[in-house]
Every structure is written in structure tokens, then in C-alpha cells.
């Protein structure tokens, strides 16, 4: 006899994925703060935009760090506890840094708090793929990729209006209550998935190493590595180019930028869809490949050709485009990695994206200095065509919880 399962069985998904979204949300708002405090820091604190840049990088560096440590950890005890963990050391780090008097400190407690927010990205991946069945992972991780986007949109609304008001300090209470909030949310509501048991014949005890095993993990990364060029790319220097080459003044400039991120938000979305309904992660990352690359030859274009409303156009669309693959990979990473290995190969993921996005402003400076925004534009459509072949030509969607 058909059974129904009980309304708070087949909401508890996507309740999880709230929290998760959530918890992400928090961490990109404390990582991301201290960029959004540099006018201040160079006016009111009198430091050169080098100093200031080494306390906006201390997050992303202590994230970097930590991302395979807080994976593994969440391979072995589970999701719960390792984001709440990780969301409570984010939200003491910035109780450091509200108390803090000097900027070494400052930057000390900034890095900690970057290593604290980790958890979230390597454990929240996990924590969607295991509470969702294969036919609907794509849309939810689709929807936890948003939280990036969304934790700078906030960042950039709150945190300038409050230094404004009421300088560093004020600034810095509101990464502080949204961690602890989100930590008291996680370890109150967040359930482990189901985790599989280990394969039958394990000689050792112990879960086998994908890596090992083939190298479908190794090339999904070299593929999301040559992907957030161009990504990063756009969302780097779309603003600088349309306000110094395509004419447009900086508070325009500025609501296409915004704008851009919002659709590419969306886009995420539609793109896990698609996943879904085709039953392929990696159908359609060849699909974005290809897009990603006649996007930037576009820009190149319209860089020629000094249209204004087609550069604000464009840069809107290859926003949403190079963006679009980073939920495929996830989720794809994840699925192949197995539930006992997924939370370090989602490290690893994001270990080496955060890495090529940190030499993509030098790299990408440096060739605009020489040949121009649009030569720029054009050299980095070819880096979606050489990931192209090494993007796997099949994938692992099965029904089973991983």
C-alpha cells in the first residue's frame, strides 16, 4: 500500500536548505565586510590602500586554509556541528574584532573569522546533496549557490551606512550578530542527512579515495579552475570598463553591475534545473563552457565597437553565464565524491576557486595594461575552450542518498 509521507518529512529539505543558505549567507557577510570598510579605513584610519588590501585579503586567506580541514571533519562527524562550530568561531572572531585596538590584531581576528566561515561552504554542500534526491539536487544547489551573491548584496547595503554612522565599531556588530544568529539556528535546527554505509569488502575500515580511484574529481576541478577566469574577470573589471571605456557614470555603472549579479543569481537556478530535468551535471557545463566563452568574445566586441547600451548588455550576460557553472560542479563533485568524501572534495573545490579567483586580478590587470579591455576579453575566451575537453563525458546522478 502507497504511503504519504508526513508533511514535515517532505518540507524538512528544503527547511535544511534554508539553514544552510543562511549560514552561508552569514559567513560571505563577515568575509566579505572588510572590503566594504576601505573608505573608512584609508580615511579615518589613515592607511595606504596597500595596508587596508591586506585586511580585506585576511578572510579569504583564512578561508583558504581551513576549506579541506572543515570538509573532512564534516566527512566524519557530519554537518551539524561542524558549521555550528565553524559559524561560533566566526562570530567570536568578530567579538575580537569589535574589541579590538590595534590593526594587526584586527587583521589576526579577520582571518579567524575567515577560517570559521569555511565551514559552512564545505559542510553546506554536503548537507543539500544528502537531504535531496538526485532529480531535484541541481535546483537546490542551485538556490545554495545564491548565497554568495546575496551575503555581498547584503554586506554592501548594511555595512558602508553604518561605518558611515557610527564608524568601525558600529560596523563591525552586524557581521558579529548574523554569525551568532546563524550558529544558534544551526545548532538548533540542522539534521545530518542519512550517511551511507561503507562499501561491502572495505578491507581497511575506511571510505576509498576518489582520487584514487579515478580522474573524473581531478578534472571537474581543472575545469571550475579555467571557468573562474572569466567569471571573475567580468565581476572584477566589468565596473572599471564601463565607467572608463564605455562611458557610463559610476552610480550607473554601478546598478548594472548589481544588477548583473541578481540575474546571475538567477541564472544559477535555472541552470541546476536543467541539470535535473536532462539527468546531467555535466551536459550542461559543457553547455555553459561554450556560452561562457562566446560571451566574453562579445565583450571583445562590443569593446570595439564603443556601444554603450550593448556593453551594459553584455556585461549583464556574461555575469550570468560565467557564474552559471559553479552549482554544476558542486553538485557534480559531490555526487562523485560519495557521502564519506564529500565534504573534502567540496573543500578541495573550493580551495582551488578561491585560489584562480586571487591570481585572476594581477593576471587579468597585468594583460589589460598590454593589450587593452578588449584584447582581455578575447584572451579569456579561449580558457572555457581548453576546459572543454577535460569536462567528463559522463556523470554519476543515481537516486540513492550520498
Known amino acids: 500500500m502507497h504511503?504519504?509521507?508526513?508533511?514535515?518529512?517532505?518540507?524538512?529539505?528544503?527547511?535544511?536548505?534554508?539553514?544552510?543558505?543562511f549560514a552561508q549567507v552569514a559567513g560571505t557577510v563577515a568575509v566579505t565586510t572588510p572590503a566594504f570598510l576601505l573608505p573608512l579605513l584609508t580615511t579615518e584610519r589613515g592607511l595606504s590602500l596597500g595596508q587596508a588590501g591586506l585586511l580585506v585579503a585576511a578572510p579569504s586567506l583564512g578561508m583558504v586554509l581551513t576549506l579541506i580541514a572543515w570538509g573532512a571533519l564534516a566527512d566524519a562527524i557530519g554537518e551539524h556541528w561542524v558549521i555550528t562550530a565553524g559559524l561560533t568561531v566566526t562570530a567570536l572572531a568578530g567579538l575580537g574584532a569589535f574589541l579590538s585596538t590595534d590593526l594587526v590584531t584586527l587583521a589576526l581576528f579577520f582571518a579567524l573569522g575567515g577560517m570559521g566561515a569555511a565551514s559552512a561552504n564545505a559542510a553546506g554542500g554536503r548537507l543539500v546533496v544528502g537531504w535531496?534526491?538526485?532529480?531535484?539536487?541541481?535546483?537546490?544547489?542551485g538556490i545554495r549557490q545564491m548565497a554568495q551573491p546575496l551575503g555581498v548584496a547584503v554586506a554592501a547595503l548594511v555595512i558602508p551606512s553604518l561605518a558611515a554612522a557610527g564608524g568601525l565599531g558600529e560596523a563591525l556588530?552586524?557581521?558579529?550578530?548574523?554569525?551568532?544568529?546563524?550558529?544558534a539556528l544551526s545548532a538548533?535546527?540542522?539534521?545530518?542527512?542519512?550517511?551511507?554505509?561503507?562499501?561491502?569488502?572495505?578491507?581497511?575500515g575506511r571510505p576509498a579515495n576518489p582520487y584514487r580511484t579515478s580522474a573524473v574529481l581531478w578534472r571537474i576541478h581543472l575545469v571550475s579552475v579555467l571557468l573562474v577566469f572569466p567569471q571573475f574577470v567580468v565581476s572584477t573589471f566589468a565596473l572599471v570598463w564601463l565607467i572608463t571605456a564605455e562611458g557610463w557614470s559610476p552610480l550607473a555603472a554601478g546598478t548594472i553591475v548589481g544588477i548583473s549579479q541578481l540575474v546571475?543569481?538567477?541564472?544559477?537556478?535555472g541552470v541546476g534545473i536543467l541539470s535535473d530535468r536532462m539527468g546531467s551535471r555535466m551536459g550542461p557545463l559543457r553547455i555553459v563552457a561554450v556560452a561562457a566563452s562566446l560571451s566574453m568574445l562579445v565583450l571583445?566586441?562590443?569593446?570595439?565597437?564603443?556601444?554603450?547600451?550593448?556593453?551594459?548588455l553584455a556585461v549583464v550576460a556574461a555575469s550570468t553565464i560565467t557564474v552559471a557553472d559553479n552549482g554544476l560542479a558542486f553538485t557534480a563533485v559531490a555526487e562523485l565524491a560519495g557521502g564519506r568524501w564529500s565534504g573534502r572534495a567540496l573543500g578541495a573545490q573550493n580551495t582551488a576557486q578561491f585560489l584562480a579567483a586571487?591570481?585572476?586580478?594581477?593576471?587579468a590587470g597585468g594583460l589589460i595594461a598590454l593589450v587593452g579591455f578588449g584584447g582581455a576579453f578575447g584572451v579569456t575566451a579561449i580558457l572555457p575552450l581548453v576546459a572543454l575537453p577535460f569536462v567528463p563525458m559522463r556523470d554519476k546522478i543515481s537516486g540513492k542518498s550520498l
Open 132 to 141: 535531496f534526491p538526485a532529480r531535484r539536487r541541481g535546483l537546490a544547489m
Open 3 to 21: 504511503t504519504t509521507a508526513p508533511p514535515f518529512e517532505r518540507t524538512r529539505p528544503w527547511f535544511m536548505l534554508a539553514l544552510g543558505l
Open 264 to 269: 546571475g543569481a538567477v541564472g544559477r537556478i
Open 188 to 204: 538548533l535546527f540542522i539534521v545530518d542527512p542519512h550517511r551511507p554505509p561503507l562499501a561491502e569488502g572495505s578491507a581497511t
Open 358 to 363: 586571487a591570481a585572476t586580478a594581477p593576471i
Open 173 to 183: 556588530v552586524f557581521p558579529l550578530a548574523i554569525t551568532a544568529l546563524a550558529a
Open 300 to 312: 571583445a566586441g562590443t569593446d570595439v565597437l564603443g556601444w554603450p547600451v550593448l556593453a551594459a
